[in-house]
């Protein structure tokens, strides 16, 4: 990951890592069985999962949050692809929806600082995590890996280009498939965000933004139980980015 020596970068690149990371991680729960909260851990395997007498939901292995459940392994034979449509119909998606978990929450816009309205996906590990603070307030009990956000833009593709290019951040063109975009990271010790610029129309924007683990400079993640490296993270994304759709005007 790059690190930027400018101060403004800093600055932004703290604040927006700050809120992906640190403000939305929250303790996955599973309530197909009322009352009782689990985290996910994922094993090299099942067989492991079913020996310790975890409960396999959606290909990930389920524990309670206290003590074990003794239940059997549960399976299942749906379709693992799930659809997202745009509310407004400017888009679609699919994903993986055995690895991810949606949420509604706003992301912030760095150029302007404003909240932008996102569907959100996100794959979460358990092992603390405490954002750039270090701070035990600061702390959650998971930590996202990835969080990829996607909002519309009220902007061509170059006007949200040159509106982060004027706080200074490297912007570089990039080839979406057979759409032309651009692409920039913001990043600090390891933990960053990437901004993918798709075009939708001349006058709609895709903004696609995923925050980013290095594990080759976060040693505690290298081994942990689940974790998707940092290179897989962005082929987790350009996955999604393949099948978008654009309805015909």
Known sequence: MKR???LQLGI???IAIFILFGAYSALETFTSIPGVQFWFK????FDECIEAKGLIKDNVCWFQKTSFIKQAAITHTEQPT??????????????????FIPDSLA??????????KAFNLVHSIHIRHCGLSGLPEHCTPTTENPRISLSVLLLS???AAKSF???????EEKKFDSRTGYSLELGVEGEGITYNLLPLSPK?????AYTTLDESILADYKNAPGFIPRFEQTKLVETIIKTLSVPAK
Request: charged share 20%.
């Open 157 to 159: 593709v170059s006007e």
């Open 42 to 45: 994922a094993p090299s395997n």
């Open 12 to 14: 932004v690149s703290g």
């Open 82 to 99: 799930a659809v997202y449509r745009d509310p407004e119909k400017r888009f679609s998606i699919e994903y993986d929806k055995t690895l």
């Open 107 to 116: 992301i912030p816009y760095p150029p302007t600082g404003e909240k932008l």
């Open 165 to 171: 290019g004027s706080i200074g951040v490297p912007v």
């Open 4 to 6: 930027f020596s400018n």
């Open 204 to 208: 709609q924007t895709l903004l696609v």
